[in-house]
């Protein structure tokens, strides 16, 4: 016989997310599946093979799901690397770990044969290859590896440009520099759910006025929007190779490659706001029934 199962869980609460949260739980409950909500690794201590919150073992848990993009530490995140040593953990510490980087991400996805925006990734002693690829590419992204919202995020425009910009970022005390050929397209991208393999949602942002950024963060905003099934089947093989069982995959369309490309996978894709439920993003029981369905299988192999 099965033994009942207890899962811990941190999400985010802002943004409708407690009540997402409460879904969840309930509907865990149904299945004998009994959660402890709220549990953040950030005030966890680790003692003698323990990681403990207050008198809890977390480590005695049949699964962790950790989904807070916003209130992450250093420390939360050394803790669930440990933690997912012996715990399963959604997402896997090693496929959360990837995502937080843009250009582990770019390469492991280029490797697999998944188109990207061409990049280029150098040692900052080595200015000379960013000047060689600016005379290649004519207009090139500067991107810090773990920024998310569009923050950081430059747009390089020419030789002359980017002469001007390195002083900053010599002054910035980089190890390295991440660039991204600057993607014609039409300042619109899709945000592609997928869970467990499967397809959930799929919605559009628009940057807005003259920014290329479609974030929201950056001003832009979003709107209902169909997934063409290219763009599915790419989010769906982007999130396999990283080995994400939630993932929200960024996804523009090159006008002169002519294809999909995925600029970044997102490993804590935000639920449906209730402003933009209101708007018709309709997606959030989908997204819970199919979360719940992924917890109750990977808890069982415990
Ligand atoms: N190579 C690129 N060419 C053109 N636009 C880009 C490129 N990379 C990113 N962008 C724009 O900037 C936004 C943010 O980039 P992204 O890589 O998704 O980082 P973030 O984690 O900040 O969202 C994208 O949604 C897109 O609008
Ligand atoms: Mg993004």
Same mark, same amino acid.
């Given at each position: 016989?099965?033994?009942?199962?207890?899962?811990?869980?941190?999400?985010?609460?802002?943004?409708?997310?407690?009540?997402?949260?409460?879904?969840?739980?309930?509907?865990?409950?149904?299945?004998?599946?009994?959660?402890?909500?709220?549990?953040?690794?950030?005030?966890?201590?680790?003692?003698?093979?323990?990681?403990?919150?207050?008198?809890?073992?977390?480590?005695?848990?049949?699964?962790?799901?950790?989904?807070?993009?916003?209130?992450?530490?250093?420390?939360?995140?050394?803790?669930?690397?440990?933690?997912?040593?012996?715990?399963?953990?959604?997402?896997?510490?090693?496929?959360?770990?990837?995502?937080?980087?843009?250009?582990?991400?770019?390469?492991?996805?280029?490797?697999?044969?998944?188109?990207?925006?061409?990049?280029?990734?150098?040692?900052?002693?080595?200015?000379? &290859?960013?000047? $060689?690829? #600016? +005379?290649?590419?004519? =207009?090139?992204?500067?991107?810090?590896?773990?920024?998310? %919202? /569009? @923050?950081?995020?430059?747009?390089?425009?020419?030789?002359?440009?980017?002469?001007?910009?390195?002083?900053?970022?010599?002054?910035?005390?980089?190890?390295?520099?991440?660039?991204?050929?600057?993607?014609?397209?039409?300042?619109?991208?899709?945000?592609?759910?997928?869970?467990?393999?499967?397809?959930?949602?799929?919605?559009?942002?628009?940057?807005?006025?003259?920014?290329?950024?479609?974030?929201?963060?950056?001003?832009?905003?979003?709107?209902?929007?169909? &997934?063409?099934? $290219?763009? #599915? +089947?790419?989010?769906? =093989?982007?999130?396999?190779?990283?080995?994400?069982?939630? %993932? /929200? @995959?960024?996804?523009?369309?090159?006008?002169?490659?002519?294809?999909?490309?995925?600029?970044?996978?997102?490993?804590?894709?935000?639920?449906?706001?209730?402003?933009?439920?209101?708007?018709?993003?309709?997606?959030?029981?989908?997204?819970?029934?199919?979360?719940?369905?992924?917890?109750?299988?990977?808890?069982?192999?415990?």
């Amino acid at each position: 016989m099965s033994k009942n199962r207890t899962i811990g869980m941190w999400l985010y609460t802002n943004g409708g997310g407690d009540k997402i949260a409460k879904k969840i739980i309930k509907k865990l409950k149904q299945r004998d599946i009994k959660v402890i909500n709220d549990i953040k690794l950030h005030d966890c201590v680790s003692k003698n093979g323990h990681i403990l919150y207050k008198d809890l073992k977390v480590d005695q848990l049949d699964l962790f799901f950790s989904y807070n993009a916003g209130e992450q530490t250093q420390y939360q995140t050394y803790l669930y690397q440990a933690l997912n040593r012996v715990v399963p953990m959604i997402n896997s510490y090693d496929s959360f770990a990837l995502t937080e980087d843009k250009f582990q991400t770019s390469f492991v996805l280029r490797n697999a044969g998944i188109p990207t925006a061409d990049y280029k990734l150098c040692h900052r002693d080595n200015t000379q &290859a960013l000047k $060689e690829i #600016i +005379k290649k590419w004519d =207009k090139m992204v500067y991107k810090p590896t773990d920024g998310w %919202g /569009g @923050v950081g995020l430059t747009k390089i425009e020419s030789e002359a440009s980017l002469d001007m910009l390195m002083p900053f970022l010599n002054h910035m005390d980089l190890r390295y520099f991440y660039v991204e050929k600057f993607i014609k397209y039409d300042n619109t991208d899709f945000r592609i759910d997928i869970v467990d393999g499967k397809f959930v949602s799929c919605y559009g942002r628009k940057a807005s006025g003259n920014d290329w950024r479609t974030n929201v963060t950056s001003g832009g905003s979003v709107f209902l929007r169909e &997934a063409p099934s $290219e763009a #599915i +089947k790419i989010a769906k =093989k982007a999130c396999k190779i990283c080995g994400v069982d939630i %993932g /929200g @995959v960024d996804i523009i369309y090159d006008i002169e490659k002519e294809q999909y490309i995925v600029l970044e996978v997102n490993g804590i894709p935000a639920f449906a706001t209730p402003e933009q439920e209101k708007l018709g993003l309709d997606f959030n029981n989908k997204k819970i029934d199919l979360i719940v369905d992924l917890i109750d299988k990977k808890s069982r192999s415990v």
